[in-house]
């Protein structure tokens, strides 16, 4: 179908948004997983933008002597809201991908 084609703030898609009924809109809102969604080259550019102004923010926090907030990246889509805490490798695992640990002693 075309119209799945169309940038999301095309008129047409735009015209679509607008004609959902509220209850329906409601549910949808409830369900929303904007890591799902697809984003326009403008969205997207915003949500770099924004990055780059807290990051910016944060640095002259730290160069003024204070201690910037953790920096959190906007969210965007294929990243999940609530990323799980990235898993360390074990040393098995490092000495299987790595042939120069394979013949190093375990660490007790």
Known sequence: MLIEHLPQESATKTALRNSIPDDVMAQASADYRPDKAAWSRLETQMAELKDEVIRSRNAAIAIAGGTPPEFVPTS?????????SRQ?????????????????????
């Open 88 to 108: 360390g490798m074990t040393d098995e695992q490092r000495r299987a991908i790595d042939p120069r640990l394979r013949n190093q002693p375990k660490e007790a």
């Open 76 to 84: 965007r889509p294929g990243i999940p809201p609530t990323a799980a």
